[in-house]
């Protein structure tokens, strides 16, 4: 049996003609593939490396494009703050002068004020008027102005349109002619004598 | 140096080709393949054992992952693999190597591989089950039924040469 493994194992037959062309012409191609691939591949980092320059520059300027705008929002948003806190100091100081005008107008004091405690104690808060039906009723200048104030250019919020429409009611409800019972025109009156001081 | 390699052991490579896959052309391809291989792995060789045994590895292992691609084997029953006495096979010996290539391919594709893996290059069952994705039995089937079929090749062929 080794005799025969021997012979097999050694045995040798020399491949047909051409077989080393056909071997030499793939490693030829081969070579030729492994430098075309290196040009691909210096191709393809240099491609690589432009994209990620150009994405990066791209992301750069959004970003401070966006910080940029950011900024700007930010000092519209301070303007803006400044704008309602000066709106909301005009509104106070109108409504302080609409309560001074109250109260210093000699005729209607008596009428309008039927509590000088009240009034004594906090001259500038609370204002006591007299209801349609006859009846005292304390009222904040700011709730008054509001009241006034609240029309369809400047609606009130829900929660309390339905309550303000009421008080409107209220107030408007009796003559036209300005009283000491139709808070409305009391303080149409005093924005009347602002304007004309 | 590519075709001082080639000169050197394409005679010896070509017939383990050939050996492995059933015609010339089959053997050609692998041999192709199997130089291609041997020059891009040159910088793989340790020089662990001799060069010509790790030229042989490749060729042997091209002609492994060519047989696998075309020839699926299945796990059969497993026959004892002392059925068929190596002495059976002696009349081999007396052949000149040639002819002894020509008998071992008219062998089933499936025996003929672990014929040649076990008997010729000396992998053994457990290996050889590895390489071919078979189980241990099965390469020890196949190598029983591969000898009891040469057997049968060499009765046919002295009794027909004793006839003459």
Same mark, same amino acid.
């Given at each position: ?23 030499? *012409? ?8 492994? @430098? %075309?691939?290196?040009?691909?591949? /210096?191709? !393809? ?30 000092a519209s948003v301070e303007k803006e703050n400044q704008l309602i806190g000066q709106k909301i100091i005009d509104s106070i100081n ?13 005729? *209607? ?8 405690? @009240? %009034?004594?104690?906090?001259?500038? /808060?609370? !204002? ?26 400047y ?43 | ?164």
């Open positions: 049996m080794q005799d025969f493994k021997n012979k097999l194992y050694n045995y040798e037959t020399p491949p047909p003609e051409g077989t080393w062309d056909h071997i030499e *012409e793939v490693l030829n191609n081969q070579k030729a593939i492994k @430098i %075309l691939g290196y040009h691909k591949n /210096k191709f !393809l980092f240099y491609g690589a490396t432009a994209a990620a320059s150009i994405i990066i520059i791209f992301l750069g300027s959004v970003f401070f494009k966006k910080n940029t705008h950011s900024a700007i929002s930010k109108l409504n302080r002068r609409i309560l001074n005008s109250i109260i210093n107008n000699p005729n *209607e004091k008596e009428e309008i004020i039927s509590d000088d405690s @009240i %009034l004594r104690d906090t001259p500038s /808060k609370y !204002l006591t008027i007299t209801n349609p039906d006859g009846q005292p009723v304390r009222i904040s200048p700011k709730v008054a102005t509001l009241i006034i104030s609240a029309d369809n250019e609606p009130p919020k829900p929660v309390w349109g339905k309550e303000i429409r009421k008080w409107q009611k209220i107030m408007l409800n009796t003559t036209i002619s300005p009283t000491s019972a139709n808070f409305a025109d009391l303080v149409q009156l005093a924005a009347n004598k602002e304007n004309r001081e | 140096m590519q075709r001082l390699l080639y000169d050197r052991f394409s005679s010896m490579m070509y017939a383990v080709c050939l050996r492995y896959c059933n015609n010339p052309e089959d053997a050609n391809d692998l041999m192709q393949e199997g130089f291609i291989k041997v020059y891009k792995s040159l910088s793989k060789f340790r020089a662990e054992g001799s060069f010509e045994g790790w030229v042989r590895r490749i060729f042997i292992n091209t002609s492994i992952e060519d047989f696998r691609k075309k020839v699926k084997l299945y796990n059969v029953s497993e026959v004892p693999e002392n059925t068929i006495e190596e002495g059976d096979l002696s009349a081999l010996d007396v052949l000149a190597a040639k002819d002894i290539l020509n008998i071992i391919n008219e062998l089933p594709p499936g025996y003929k591989v672990v014929f040649n893996m076990h008997v010729i290059e000396g992998y053994s069952h457990k290996e050889i089950a590895k390489i071919l994705g078979i189980t241990e039995g099965t390469s020890k089937s196949q190598l029983a039924r591969a000898k009891g079929f040469l057997k049968k090749i060499l009765e046919t062929r002295f009794s027909k040469t004793g006839e003459k």
